[in-house]
């Protein structure tokens, strides 16, 4: 708890830590909101994703049975890992299988964080590089990542800068896009050259045995997509039943993580690639001794981030003044109860004000699970009452615990306290109680609740009927209003910075070529066949096509299985002669979309397109981007910087 206090003040002391926690937590809270606006049943989803999150919990052993043996039918390779050392080991010797010293492209993974995933396998001789922007930069500063969502929102873009120009050569800029740039061609060489691919996981669903990562970047789908070996490491718990169940935590997350509708990129993978193994190594590391004890809920967490941009402490201090992986109000918890009692003293950097169960997407009670953490209602551990406190604190808490739980002495202390306290809010003690030393504590009421509740009621009496006949009115449904499909996904896609053009079938090859002619491009990869589209008029006009990925390509064209209105969102499939890169790697997509394919929410297009038949399947809502340098927006990062939609009528 020293340390901890220690930390607390070096981080409440730098005054460019603080200016970068302001800037995070105003931008987040503020997207946060925003983002709910447009969605009017979202309380009512928050309390569905709740249900969802308990019942996966409950009967975690018979879906992850149901999850393994569907991604096992589907091709993929699954290990069960019951430990950090399990789980290190099995990814150790998937990767010598591979080759013996392997470039692995990462994408973002706090479960890799948790059992010191990157350093075990450098040791072993192993290049490990993330690919997200702020975890990149982090790892370039031999750091570990400062936010759930957002690694290194401590740094300031002159650090960047810095940095970049100390370890990547550059000439020092503060310009941000210059500095996202210079990662995206650092970076575009790892994807194109990785053995090995290593992603987390966002959601495990069970009835199709599909993975699910959510990126703004690209640099998942990258991660996941062109190295020959793929390896997702999972946390067990992180399983939803069916795809409505996903569809459901897809409403919730990005809008609370980041403020969007829906993430840029979402992917669903079920099976591998050609010529790629696809691995899942499923880790428990103490997570089934979580879910059998009173912090169980906390397993419910989907990792957005929102409770620390809402937590007063955090945003005073952020993540590395915790010492822990997962850093916050939720970090606060699933430390003390995956990583040891040694982490229990974070639970006392808490107010306990609730605008951590507030902002949170799945309604966790995490005041509750904190002061659990405090009691000292940790998995099998011999952890005690009051962990981290200091002994005149512990002294003083059970002083008035033995009080408090005298409904007659607490009463008369009370009383006798209230002829003796000064008339003010708190009372200053000395340091050494531990109260003076980093709170205040508050003067006691001056008389007994009941007192107090006894002389209104007296005062009151003349309005007793009218209060106590008080009429009560059901809830009011939301009103879900109706929309033009065609007009909100134009909509949708225009605010994410992409770009629709109307067509017809007959016009769609003249739309084509005349935007290609505006960009000099002479040279594109599309599918194999797309609806309504003749490749032979677009050869016939001098337009080379070709299927094979060529990372010099600047344009790619591909149809779409569907899309989304209410999010602006591209379903886009794999196959054969659909390759995923051509979505992925030119610099512009391009994308061909029938408007009798536009459906109104992201449940109905799931549905409808049967995505489990595919080996993976891309949800596209506009271009990459990324705010890790400042929060400040950087349009195109490892995927596509300009998105254009030709939705086409007939």
């Known amino acids: ?32 909101v925003q983002a709910f606006a447009s969605l009017p049943d979202w309380q009512e989803r928050r309390q569905r994703a709740h249900a969802v999150r308990a019942e996966v919990i409950a009967r975690l052993d018979e879906y992850l049975d149901r999850f393994v043996a569907k991604a096992t039918a589907n091709g993929m390779i699954v290990h069960r ?48 590089v993330e690919t997200d922007l702020g975890e990149y930069i982090v790892q370039l ?42 990662a995206r061609k650092v970076l575009r060489e790892v994807f194109l050259t990785a053995d090995v691919g290593l992603s987390g996981v966002n959601f495990g669903v069970a009835e199709t045995g599909t993975l699910t990562l959510v990126t703004n970047e690209g640099n998942g789908r990258m991660v996941t ?16 039943p069916t795809l409505d169940d996903l569809a459901l935590m ?90 040891g009692p040694q982490h229990a003293p974070l639970a006392q950097a808490s107010s306990l004000c609730g605008a951590c169960k507030e902002a949170c997407p799945v309604d966790i009670d995490l005041p509750k699970m904190l002061l659990r953490v405090r009691a000292g209602q940790l998995p099998a551990t011999n952890s005690k009452s009051g962990s981290g406190l200091p002994r005149p604190v512990k002294l003083g808490l059970s002083l008035y615990a033995f009080i408090a739980s005298r409904p007659g002495l607490f009463a008369a202390a009370q009383r006798t306290l209230g002829l003796f306290l000064p008339r003010k809010a708190f009372l200053s003690l000395p340091a050494w109680t531990g ?60 605010a994410l910075g ?72 591209l379903v886009i499939p794999s196959g054969p002669a659909r390759p995923l890169t051509a979505s992925l790697l030119p610099e512009i997509h391009l994308a061909v979309l029938r408007k009798s394919d536009i459906h109104e929410n992201l449940e109905k297009a799931l549905n409808l397109c049967k995505v489990e038949d595919y080996a993976s399947v891309a949800l596209v809502s506009g271009p990459s981007r990324t705010a890790d340098i400042e929060m400040t927006l950087t349009i195109g990062v490892h995927g596509p910087g300009e998105l254009h939609v030709f939705v086409v009528d007939g």
């Open 1 to 32: 708890m020293t340390t901890f206090r220690h930390k607390i003040r070096d981080s409440i002391a730098d005054a460019s830590l603080q200016l970068a926690l302001d800037a995070n937590a105003e931008r987040r809270v503020t997207g946060r």
């Open 81 to 128: 890992a019951a430990d950090a050392a399990e789980a290190v080991k099995i990814i150790l010797e998937i990767t010598r299988h591979a080759t013996h010293k392997a470039l692995i492209a990462k994408s973002k993974s706090m479960v890799s964080e948790e059992i010191e995933l990157n350093h075990a396998l450098e040791a072993a001789g192993h290049r490990v």
């Open 141 to 182: 500063r031999g750091e570990k990542p400062s936010h759930i969502i957002t690694p290194a929102v401590h740094l300031r873009r002159a650090d960047v800068g810095q940095l970049f120009a100390e370890k990547l050569g550059i000439p020092y800029t503060e310009d941000i896009p210059t500095l996202t740039n210079t």
């Open 225 to 240: 997509s062109l190295p020959p070996v793929h390896i997702a490491l999972m946390g067990m718990e992180r399983l939803v």
């Open 250 to 339: 897809l409403s919730l997350l990005p809008r609370s993580a980041t403020g969007q509708k829906m993430s840029v990129y979402t992917q669903l993978i079920q099976r591998p690639l050609p010529g790629q193994q696809r691995h899942i190594v499923i880790l428990d590391n103490g997570r089934s001794r979580l879910r059998h004890s009173p912090l169980r809920e906390s397993l419910y967490c989907i990792r957005c981030g929102a409770c620390l941009n809402a937590c007063p402490v955090f945003r005073e201090i952020g993540g590395h003044a915790y010492g822990s992986v997962y850093p916050g109000p939720i970090g606060s918890v699933i430390s003390a109860g995956l990583l």
């Open 435 to 494: 109260w003076g030393l980093s709170k205040d504590m508050p003067v006691p009421a001056k008389k007994p609740f009941r007192d107090s509740f006894r002389e209104m009621n007296r005062e009151g009496a003349k309005d007793a009927k009218v209060l106590g006949k008080e009429v009560k009115k059901p809830p009011i449904a939301p009103v879900i209003p109706k929309f033009d499909l065609v007009a909100r996904f134009i909509e949708e896609v225009e």
């Open 498 to 569: 992409g770009h629709v053009t109307l067509t017809t079938a007959l016009e769609l090859p003249a739309h084509l070529l005349s935007f290609l002619r505006s960009r000099s491009i002479e040279r594109v990869q599309m599918w194999e066949s797309l609806p309504g589209l003749d490749q032979a008029e677009l050869t016939a006009a001098g337009l080379r096509v070709q299927h094979e990925a060529d990372p010099a390509i600047r344009a790619g064209i591909t149809g779409a299985l569907a899309a989304v209105a209410e999010t602006g969102t």
